[in-house]
C-alpha cells in the first residue's frame, strides 16, 4: 500500500464535506476562497530559465543519438557533437535519465558499460 501525501486541496475538500462547516456560511467561503488561491497558484507556474535550457539540450541529445544511429556512451556523444562537449558527463547522464523515464532514449547495458539509444 502506497503512502500518498494528502494535499491542501484534499484536506480542504475533507473538511468542506464535514457537516459542522457546511452549516456556517463563512466557513465555506473561507474554504472556497483557499481553493481558488492554490488553483490560481498552480497555474501561475512556468518553466525556469535552467528547465529552459535543458529542454534545448535535450533537443541536441536526441539528435547526435539519432545522427549516430546506434547504441553510445555518454563520452562517444560528446566527441560526435560540440554542444555537449562543453557539458559534464553528470549533466548529460542527469538528462538522459529524464529521456528514459520519458521514453525517448533507451538504456542498454553490454558488458559492465552503459549505452543510450534512441527507444524504439
Avoid at 31 to 42: C, Q, T, V
Wanted: charged residues 35%; aromatic residues 4%; without cysteine.
Amino acid at each position: 500500500m502506497e503512502n500518498k501525501k494528502v494535499t491542501k486541496r484534499e484536506y480542504y475538500g475533507m473538511i468542506l464535506g464535514m457537516a459542522e462547516v457546511q452549516e456556517r456560511q463563512d466557513l465555506v467561503d473561507f474554504i472556497n476562497h483557499e481553493i481558488e488561491l492554490l488553483d490560481k497558484k498552480a497555474s501561475a507556474k512556468r518553466p525556469t530559465k535552467v528547465q529552459i535550457e535543458n529542454e534545448n539540450i535535450k533537443g541536441i541529445i536526441l539528435e547526435t543519438l539519432e545522427n549516430l544511429g546506434k547504441a553510445v556512451s555518454i563520452s562517444e556523444m560528446q566527441e560526435a557533437n560540440e554542444d555537449l562537449a562543453i557539458l559534464s558527463n553528470q549533466k548529460i547522464s542527469a538528462l538522459l535519465t529524464q529521456l528514459v523515464k520519458a521514453e525517448k532514449v533507451a538504456r542498454v547495458e553490454d558488458k559492465r558499460k552503459t549505452l543510450f539509444k534512441i527507444a524504439d
